[in-house]
């Protein structure tokens, strides 16, 4: 069973215009998020957290929003660069007690010029 | 600062074989986790250690193991290996503090192979 769903498999957006990509989770204990960006061939790089007290949290051009109520967040990229263009995973823990991660099946973004 | 370096970056085995992976993790960094990726399963955790110790443990079989140096330099073993094994095998080290979880930080990966 899936604990953190990312139902697009991909996304194409057009350079400048509003990313956002979608995650939804079935584990009421998860109480931390990260979004990690994933280029071929490299480790996933951190992109942005959310703990489950805040529901919005911005860097840059990063925004991740939160909504417990429905165990859903988002990941909102603007404006969306050609260099944006990766796979995108949600990740989720519970507890503050260890870093043992979940990660979604990841979302794949492609930028068009 | 230097970031999770995994070595070998790449490694090719036989059925039957068992492979020892290292991480060194970002200085100061006292938690390592390691993780498989493959097509299918997406990233799956497999283990972390802190302070030498196994702290956590996901759902692979005993032939996965690991261990954690008082450097904070961790090794990961598969023994036995099997065909469904090969995969990218991520290591992660994290700044572990009394506030709760931090971001982790991942490695480039080891690309087993079996064959």
């Known amino acids: 069973d899936q604990q953190v769903k990312q139902n697009s498999p991909s996304l194409s957006v057009q350079e400048g215009r509003i990313s956002i990509l979608n995650c939804d989770y079935t584990?009421?204990?998860?109480?931390?998020f990260l979004w990690y960006k994933k280029y071929p061939a490299e480790g996933p790089t951190f992109l942005i957290s959310?703990?489950?007290?805040?529901d919005k949290n911005e860097d840059g051009r990063f925004t991740v929003f939160l909504n417990k109520s429905a165990k859903h967040l988002s990941l909102h990229i603007v404006p969306s660069q050609p260099g944006d263009s990766a796979v995108y995973f949600c990740?989720?823990?519970?507890?503050?007690?260890?870093?043992?991660?979940?990660f979604g099946p990841g979302t794949r973004l492609s930028v068009l010029p | 600062k230097a970031g999770v370096t995994q070595t070998p970056r790449y490694l090719i085995k036989t059925r039957g074989q068992q492979v020892t992976l290292s991480c060194s993790p970002i200085s100061g960094h006292r938690s390592v986790s390691w993780y498989q990726q493959t097509p299918g399963q997406g990233l799956q955790f497999l283990f972390e250690y802190f302070s030498e110790t196994q702290r956590n443990k996901g759902n692979f079989p005993g032939r996965f193991s690991g261990r954690q140096f008082s450097n904070s330099r961790s090794e990961m073993n598969v023994s036995t290996l099997e065909l469904g094994d090969s995969a990218l095998y991520l290591c992660?080290?994290?700044?572990?503090?009394?506030?709760?979880?931090?971001?982790?930080?991942f490695g480039q990966g080891t690309r087993l192979t079996v064959v």
């Open positions: 992660a080290s994290s700044l572990d503090t009394f506030r709760g979880m931090t971001e982790a930080f």
């Open positions: 584990n009421s204990m998860f109480d931390y």
């Open positions: 959310i703990s489950s007290i805040k």
């Open positions: 990740a989720a823990s519970a507890g503050n007690y260890g870093q043992n991660f979940v």
